[in-house]
Nanobody
Framework: QVHLVESGGGLVQPGGSLRLSCAAS????????MGWYRQAPGKQRELVAI??????TNHADSVKGRFTISRQNKNTVHLRMDSLKPEDTAVYFC?????????WGQGTQVTVSS
C-alpha cells in the first residue's frame, strides 16, 4: 500500500505564492514520475506539472513561468506557485506512478481570492 499526503494549500490573495508538498510512504517502489493535477468546481481534472525520475519536468501552458515542480528525493515532490490568479483556485492532487500502480493523494484546497 502506498500513501501520498499533500500539504501546503490554503487561501492566498491574487499575486501571492504558495508551496505544495507531497510525501509518499508505504510499500514504495521507485516512481517513474510524480506530479500535480488540479480540479476546479465543475471542471475536469487537469495536469499541472510533472517531474520524471531522470530529472525532466513539464508544466502546463497555463502555469508556465509561474509554477515550478521539483523532486526533493524519490519520495517527495513540491510545487512552488507564484503570481497566483483566481483561476488557479482548485483542489490540487498529487499523483505518482510506478510499475506496480497509479497512486493519488486526497487533495489539498488552494483558493486565490481577495
Amino acid at each position: 500500500q502506498v500513501h501520498l499526503v499533500e500539504s501546503g494549500g490554503g487561501l492566498v490573495q491574487p499575486g501571492g505564492s504558495l508551496r505544495l508538498s507531497c510525501a509518499a510512504s508505504g510499500n514504495i517502489f521507485d516512481f517513474t514520475f510524480m506530479g500535480w493535477y488540479r480540479q476546479a468546481p465543475g471542471k475536469q481534472r487537469e495536469l499541472v506539472a510533472i517531474a520524471f525520475r531522470g530529472g525532466m519536468t513539464n508544466h502546463a501552458d497555463s502555469v508556465k513561468g509561474r509554477f515550478t515542480i521539483s523532486r526533493q528525493n524519490k519520495n517527495t515532490v513540491h510545487l512552488r506557485m507564484d503570481s497566483l490568479k483566481p483561476e488557479d483556485t482548485a483542489v490540487y492532487f498529487c499523483n505518482a506512478q510506478n510499475a506496480r500502480g497509479d497512486y493519488w493523494g486526497q487533495g489539498t484546497q488552494v483558493t486565490v481570492s481577495s
